[in-house]
Structures are given as C-alpha cells and as structure tokens.
C-alpha cells in the first residue's frame, strides 16, 4: 500500500509558528527605525519564500511571496510583499501533463530573486524563472526570448569577470542534467547537456575562475513514489554515491571529470576558487539529510579540495558550529574570499522561545564571531550590502529576523566586520516576514 503525503512527511510543521503564511499583500511608507541606517545602503532587499493561499502539503511547495525593503537616505523608504503570479497560481494550470511531463510554466517560483541582463527574476528549481519588477509585480515567465526549454535552478552564479550568468537544470527524464550559460547582456549562449546515471536533485553547484563543479549527491528520484502520488518523490540512497563533477569554462562542451566524495547532501554552497590545478570549494554539509523538516539545521560548514593533478579529493569539517544559508560578498563569486557567513535558526522540533544566530567566518585564518539574535528573534538568510566598490571590504549583514514577542519582523543591519556587537540599525515591518529561502539586496 502506497503512503501519503502526510505519512511520509509528518505533521505539518511549516502551518505553525513563523512558518505558517500571512494572507494579505501590505504596503507600508517611511518605516520606523532603531539605530541609524548607514546612507551608503541605497536600493532593494527582496526575499523569496514559501506563503501559500490554500494548504500546501510541504514546506517547499507553498506559493512564492516576495517581500521588499527600500533603503534610500538613510530612511526606510517603504516595504511591500507580493505573491508571485505564475500561470499555476492566477489559472490553476497542471504542473505535469496527462503523459506526465513537467508543465515549466506552472511554477512556486518560491525559491530565489535574482538581478540578471536587466530582468528581475524570481526562481524555483522545477520551472522557468518568472520576471517581476522592481515594485514586486509579476511580468510573466522568461525563457530567454524561447531559448531555454528546460527548467532553471534557484541558485545561478554570475561570475563578477566576465558577467555571465551560470546555471543548471536537473529533470526527472533524461537528460537528467543540462546547463547553461547567459552572457551578460542575459541572451541564452549554451546548453548542453552533462551525462549522470539517474536522476537526483541537485540544488546547488559551484563556480570558480576556470570550472564548474557540479554535485550529483544522493537524493534520488523514486519512480514508485511519483506514481503513487507523492509531490516530493525523492529519497536519501547512500548507496547511489556521491561526486563532484569538474567541468573546463573554457571547454563548456568537453569532457566532464568525476571525482568521488563520501556521501552527503549539501543544498548550499558557500563559494569555490582555484588557481589553476587545485579548486577549493566551501559548502554547509549534511551528513544525512531530513526532507521531511527542511533539512537546513544540521548543517556544518565543509571545505572539499580537487586537486586535479593527482586526482584527489580532501574533504575536511572547518567547524562544528551548525548553519546554514551561506553567503560571501557575491561580487568575490568564483574567487577568493576571505569572509563569509552561515545562519542557523531553530528546526521545527525547537522550542519555540528558541532564538537564531549569524556566524561570520575569516575562511584564511578559519575563525569566526557570531551574532546572538537572543530570545524568540530568529534570522533568514543574510545577505551583503557593501559600503564601497572594493569587493570583500567593508560592508553590511542585511537579514530578515521574526521577533516572537511582537509576532511581527524586522530587517537587521549588522557590521560584517564586526557582527557580534549590537546592530547598526534595525528597521521594525508592519507584518511578520514568515521564514523562507533566499534573496539579494540590489544596489542601485
């Protein structure tokens, strides 16, 4: 007998608490702030996540609200949330065909807002990307003028070289795995696809200078469960093994390199660099995976060295400090960067007084400071605000953080440089933010 949904994932968790959705669409002006916003932040900080109108039966799956923050002058200008409206969401159109075949214009589009060729895009792994603007309204999904006909990944890499835009699709028919490449104007340059035994879902990946390192981890696709109904048809299956696939940029249809690690997930990448023979690459790494919970909260920060002469592969713990949700200075993508942080909030089975914390690292002395958010005041995901036009130097941590005492949200400004000490600045929203995935903020 086949299970359900519910069986399979458990009480639903993300209904509770700061998970559950907000149902309205606010817009508020000149916010109240504590502290004082520094006036170099000029610009937007969107965030992407999982609010559904009607029941969603996992975490993952909820409608995508993107929520906006806008700095200007040292003011908070004003904040808004808009649903994103895909084709799925305003017509009710199926995401698979009658033959089973994925629907790309039924989308979440949950996951990820990105700034690319002058489009706004919001991103979920499963679909195309649907382009908003900067006022968070919905244009309609983007294909690259019909160049891309499968779905995109929620975590592309833009190299700060050359401005193209990197990025994959994984699929449940084969190919399994394509990517692709935008230049930097955002016109579809390449798709190809790369060779993998089966489908798994693969989230992330990583770029340096001169490669692509792809993951093909252990979560793999379960025919069985799809046909029995399960929205999320995926399962941990160690002995399916685990690589890291290396790929030439200046050879985007040669010969991909397969290099065997010892089996994990990891559904976020931190940064990867190389000079040429070795790529170091920095993940948040989990042993093994909870799917049913999210899966962030055990995470542990990991370095895995390629070193392409030998042929080996170093792997090695940086920290026991559990995080999540990691980030650099983007404008370091590919290179390397000396600082970079991790956030770890509270699983589902924490009690709900339980607060959140920031963990900046020095990843060339391998130290790190934490920000203490303290009681029931959990943060998402931070993301970068730089000061200047110096990449890696100073700047500002920009997070969304629930305050459980006021049922509501702020946008907390922390120092990068010195994020255990008190905020820079926080500014209090009308509405709590419920917790989500990843956003960016936009200078202008």
Not at 172 to 187: F, I, M
Not at 190 to 211: C, E, G, K
Not at 337 to 353: H, L, Q, S, V, Y
Not at 420 to 425: I, T, Y
């Amino acid at each position: 007998m086949a299970i359900t949904d519910v069986e399979r994932y458990g009480p639903a968790f993300h209904t509770a608490g700061n998970y559950r959705p907000v149902s309205e669409e606010v817009t508020a002006f000149d916010l109240p702030v504590t502290g004082a916003l520094p006036a170099e932040l000029r610009g937007s900080f969107l965030r992407n996540g999982p609010n559904p109108v009607t029941p969603s039966v996992h975490w993952f799956f909820g409608d995508g609200m993107i929520h906006g923050l806008r700095l200007e002058g040292g003011r908070a200008r004003w904040f808004r949330n808009r649903w994103v409206r895909t084709e799925s969401f305003t017509d009710g159109i199926a995401f698979r065909d009658a033959e089973g075949r994925r629907n790309l214009r039924a989308s979440k589009a949950n996951t990820h807002i990105v700034r690319h060729g002058g489009r706004l895009l919001a991103l979920v792994e499963a679909a195309l990307p649907y382009e908003v603007t900067e006022q968070l309204d919905t244009l309609g999904p983007w294909d690259f003028d019909g160049r891309l006909t499968t779905a995109m990944t929620a975590h592309p890499k833009v190299c700060p070289t050359t401005g193209e835009m990197h990025f994959f699709a994984y699929d449940q028919r084969p190919p399994y795995l394509t990517y692709h490449v935008a230049d930097a104007s955002g016109q579809l340059v390449l798709s190809r696809a790369v060779d993998v035994p089966a489908s798994t879902m693969m989230h992330d990946f990583n770029l340096s200078q001169h490669f692509v390192v792809f993951m093909d981890l252990p979560i793999v696709f379960d025919l069985r469960s799809a046909r029995a109904g399960n929205m999320f048809p995926f399962r941990y299956d160690v002995s399916y093994g685990a690589r890291l696939g290396v790929l030439r940029r200046d050879d985007p249809n040669g010969y991909v390199r397969w290099f065997e690690i010892e089996p994990c997930y990891v559904f976020h990448t931190l940064n990867a660099h190389d000079d040429g023979a070795v790529i170091t690459i920095d993940v948040s790494r989990l042993a093994s995976p909870t799917l049913e919970r999210g899966g962030y909260t055990d995470a542990v920060l990991w370095r895995w060295t390629i070193d392409l002469t030998s042929g080996r592969v170093t792997e090695r713990q940086l920290d026991d400090q559990t995080g999540d949700f990691p980030r650099i200075d983007d404008r370091l993508a590919g290179m390397a960067a000396r600082r970079g942080w991790t956030t770890w909030m509270p699983g589902p089975g924490d009690a709900p007084e339980v607060g959140g914390s920031i963990t900046v690292y020095d990843l060339a002395d391998e130290t790190s400071a934490t920000h203490q958010f303290g009681d029931g005041r959990v943060p998402g995901e931070a993301v970068f605000a730089p000061a200047d036009d110096n990449p890696g130097g100073k700047g500002w941590l920009l997070a969304y953080v629930y305050d459980r005492a006021r049922d509501a949200s702020d946008v907390v400004v922390l120092d990068a440089d010195h994020p255990e000490n008190e905020p820079v600045a926080a500014v209090h929203l009308p509405i709590r933010v419920p917790y989500g995935f990843h956003g960016n903020w936009l200078a202008d």
